[in-house]
């Protein structure tokens, strides 16, 4: 089974031409899987937890978006018992892997860095992200997405170390119009933190909008 999935999606992938793809729903989105464009910009905010999150995407091709986030987070890497302020910067990359009239499938790489405040303290570490995502067009207007994220991030001279992250969820955008969509996206499940053969409980859940100019 694990072999035969990439194996569908890359047939999927070489069976549909890009000339031949329809545009449905608005044809872009920043959390289901379609690319913004190509020579396309969107920008995006989303706040709730684990913070405020600002980013801008770049349409580098029909098929890749490039671009970067700032976050200010108020919960340490969406765990919900550590809520620590901190800054996190990262690099955002999506790849849309295959696309056919009634869905899409994509992965996304957000690679970075983070520091966090905890108790007079400072920690640092570094993430690397990694996403796939199912988008779900749903008439013109709205666009469902489903995925699994693993933010794997490790934390450099503490005594934490790595933490692997396994998000499972879903999320929504409403297009306003072809250029405006408010949003929602929601990804929970357990942190790993394998120096200590311990999990803990992890959370995102961010509301925000999108502009594409």
Request: without cysteine; hydrophobic residues 45%; proline residues 6%.
């Amino acid at each position: 089974m694990k072999r035969f999935i990439p194996g569908f999606l890359l047939a999927v992938l070489l069976a549909v031409p890009v000339p031949a793809l329809a545009q449905r729903g608005q044809g872009w989105s920043v959390l289901a899987a379609d690319t913004v464009g190509q020579g396309r910009n969107v920008f995006t905010g989303q706040i709730g937890y684990p913070g405020l999150t600002l980013g801008l995407l770049h349409g580098g091709s029909d098929r890749v978006d490039i671009g970067g986030k700032f976050s200010f987070n108020w919960g340490r890497e969406g765990l919900v018992d550590a809520t620590d302020e901190g800054l996190k910067l990262q690099l955002w990359l999506r790849i849309m892997l295959a696309k056919t009239s009634n869905v899409s499938f994509a992965l996304t790489f957000q690679p970075g860095t983070f520091v966090y405040f905890p108790r007079n303290n400072t920690a640092f570490g570094m993430v690397f992200p990694v996403g796939f995502v199912v988008g779900i067009p749903v008439g013109s207007a709205l666009t469902l997405n489903a995925g699994i994220d693993i933010p794997f991030n490790v934390y450099i001279g503490e005594g934490i170390g790595p933490v692997i992250p396994i998000l499972f969820g879903g999320g929504l955008e409403y297009f306003v119009n072809n250029q405006f969509n408010v949003n929602f996206n929601l990804r929970m499940g357990p942190s790993i933190f394998p120096r200590f053969d311990d999990s803990a409980f992890t959370m995102e859940a961010l509301a925000g909008v999108a502009y594409r100019f």
